[in-house]
């Protein structure tokens, strides 16, 4: 007699948390993913900042589930599911499921601006960060080939969007990458012609933090020298420049945007209620409505804590998985599923070297011990042995000889035809 079998779409913190979380359970569990890796995304800026190689913080899902040996892996895009007959649709066939578990993540949100998806970059996978890396690089190349000042300036000009942690440590990195790096490769750069700039259309930064912490995070970032600017909506950017919603003109050649992510579209596709960013809405059990064999957790479930959604964050979605492998654990002994608790781990953010905020409990840290917490605690996190080593190296290089090692253009070539 067959096991029943769980298919869980999508490879992330949610989803692979949930299938480890299965492994001594009777079931098969197949894994599907449009990537054969698995994105630590916390740490992607700094592979957009120079300071990791992309294989240090990404690692092959099949590495990672191969001690389960109930669970298996399929590299193939979800383009849909048949929720009666219990299919999942992928672009290479159908797959069959006793329980389907949703966990497709979020996506950056361009709020239907054309403009901004155009030319603006996103920080959400893994050749995004590359691409700003990728643009970083290339902008200080060219501006060696211009003896326009105000041209040269336009090239050295660096727009963050988006106030929360990603932004804020991605302007932080890129200050940090330009004044401590980039300044002894070139060794006639101006800096005065460099700016990072980071927006944010709200008064405050680290809007989930609170008050002390925002200001600290703020006063560090501008004696890293990042320029800070509140309430300033971006209405519009082109090729050259990017124009604020009160008619301000920031000329820059490279936006990177962190101001906003939705959910991916597999629950529209689906025909299941959406809320607010796309998110799936679910049971408190984290359920989909009507269908109880379907499970919705990660970015890409609205659940909430009383009237209040859940943050994207990833210990939400850890947690959502854990409960979620508890809950099929469960219904195959025939009891009943119970309501998901999320337990606040606590929040934090680093602006750079020796700089960091953490709101953790009772416990608030700024500065240098805000940092040290904040590196112990991504440092564990990391999501193999063989990286934490690297990484650890990595920082440490970083950290005495104000050299990030990584400073390569790198494109990919063109795809062949089979």
């Known amino acids: 007699m067959s096991r029943p079998r769980v298919v869980i779409a999508g490879a992330g913190f949610a989803g692979l948390t949930c299938a480890r979380a299965l492994k001594r359970a009777p079931v098969d569990v197949l894994l599907v993913d449009r990537n054969n890796y698995h994105l630590f995304t916390p740490l992607l800026y700094q592979v957009a900042s120079a300071l990791l190689d992309p294989g240090e913080i990404a690692r092959p899902v099949r590495q990672l589930i191969r001690p389960l ?6 590299l193939a895009n979800v383009t849909g599911a048949d929720l009666e007959q219990r299919r999942l649709l992928t672009d290479h066939g159908p797959l069959s499921y006793d329980y389907l578990v949703l966990a497709t ?102 809007g989930t933090f609170e008050a002390p912490l925002r200001e600290a995070a703020r006063r560090s970032l501008e004696k890293k020298g990042v320029e800070v600017l509140f309430n300033a909506r971006v209405e519009d950017v082109t090729a050259g420049s990017l124009r604020l919603a009160d ?57 909430v804590d009383g009237d209040t959604p859940l ?24 009891y009943g599923a119970t309501n998901f608790r999320f337990k606040d781990p606590g929040i934090m953010a680093t602006i750079g070297r020796n700089s960091a905020v953490a709101q953790l409990g009772p416990v608030r840290l700024t500065g240098f011990l805000g940092w040290m917490m904040w590196l112990v605690v991504h440092l564990v996190n990391v999501i193999s042995f063989r990286s934490r080593i690297i990484v650890l190296i990595n920082w440490a290089w970083d950290y005495v000889f104000y050299d990030r090692p990584i400073r390569l253009i790198v494109r990919a070539g063109d795809a062949k035809n089979d």
């Not at 003896?147 to 929360?164: M, P």
């Open 69 to 74: 040996h109930n669970a298996d892996f399929l």
């Open 105 to 206: 993540g979020s996506r950056s949100d361009y709020f239907g601006k054309a403009s901004l998806a155009h030319h603006a970059f996103g920080l959400k996978e893994l050749d995004e960060g590359l691409a700003v890396r990728n643009r970083v690089l290339q902008r200080f190349e060219e501006s060696r080939w211009t003896t326009d000042r105000e041209e040269r300036r336009s090239l050295l000009t660096f727009v963050v969007v988006g106030g929360g942690p990603t932004g804020v440590e991605m302007a932080g990195a890129l200050s940090e990458l330009i004044s401590l790096v980039l300044r002894k490769d070139y060794r006639d750069l101006d800096l005065e012609l460099v700016r990072v700039i980071l927006l944010e259309a709200a008064g405050m930064l680290l």
């Open 247 to 303: 008619g301000h003109e920031i000329f820059a050649s490279t936006v990177i945007w962190t101001a906003g992510v939705r959910a991916s579209d597999i629950g529209s596709t689906l025909g299941l209620a959406v809320g607010r960013q796309a998110r799936v809405e679910v049971m408190p059990t984290l359920q989909a409505p009507g269908h109880p064999e379907v499970f919705v957790i990660g970015d890409l479930a609205g659940a």
């Open 311 to 334: 943050p994207m964050f990833i210990p939400v979605a850890m947690q959502e998985g854990r409960k979620v492998a508890a809950t099929i654990r469960d219904l195959l002994r025939n």
